[in-house]
């Protein structure tokens, strides 16, 4: 969605206009139709179409007054969640998991680091890192955190991760931000 919703919105405004279009001809020929239809079913059909043309007008109003648009609060929430993801989490690997509510992949991942770090197969710098992003993917998912994981978050998370955290905060629903960070992961991998 590049356009941001901008395009969209044009394609919804057009197609209410066409929609309104193709009822006022309902409504016309209706009128013309009158004498071969009983009272009952001329009554039904314009009142049905009517009540249509009332919702359309209705939706119009709310897209042309600007109070109702696809460019809304989700395109920001999106273009706010993307960045956060990016800056905060540069291992793709904890973003799929992230995305895909995987816990116990990620505890996993990150004891096969604490393994991988003592026998110096992992720096210690991309160590600190990716526990980081771990840590902060697991409170997210709502994991409790040891004491001495809490404590090596507070000591080694970064403003990123600080971001991160504040954006998906601030997002509510964790499941748009989940629905985003999939979104991402699915964008990479193209």
Not at 147 to 157: K, P, Q, R, W
Not at 166 to 187: I, M, N, Q, Y
Request: aromatic residues 4%; proline residues 1%.
């Amino acid at each position: 969605m590049a356009s941001r919703g901008t395009t969209e919105t044009s394609k919804l405004k057009q197609n209410l206009e066409e929609q309104l279009d193709r009822l006022m001809q309902q409504l016309q020929d209706l009128e013309e139709c009158r004498e071969e239809l009983d009272a009952d079913e001329y009554e039904e059909t314009k009142k049905e179409t009517l009540e249509q043309l009332n919702e359309i007008n209705d939706s119009l109003k709310k897209i042309m007054s600007g109070d109702m648009t696809l460019v809304d609060e989700l395109s920001g929430m999106q273009l706010a969640i993307q960045a956060a993801i990016s800056q905060a989490f540069k291992t793709p690997e904890v973003i799929r998991m992230f995305a895909k509510k995987q816990p116990r992949q990620l505890r996993t991942r990150l004891a096969e680091m604490d393994r991988d770090l003592i026998v110096g197969k992992l720096g210690r710098d991309l160590y600190t890192q990716q526990k980081v992003e771990i840590l902060t993917a697991l409170r997210k998912l709502g994991e409790k955190l040891t004491a001495d994981d809490e404590m090596f978050l507070s000591a080694n998370a970064g403003t990123a991760l600080s971001q991160f955290e504040r954006v998906s905060t601030d997002l509510g629903s964790g499941d748009k931000v989940f629905a985003l960070a999939s979104f991402e992961v699915e964008k990479a991998k193209q």
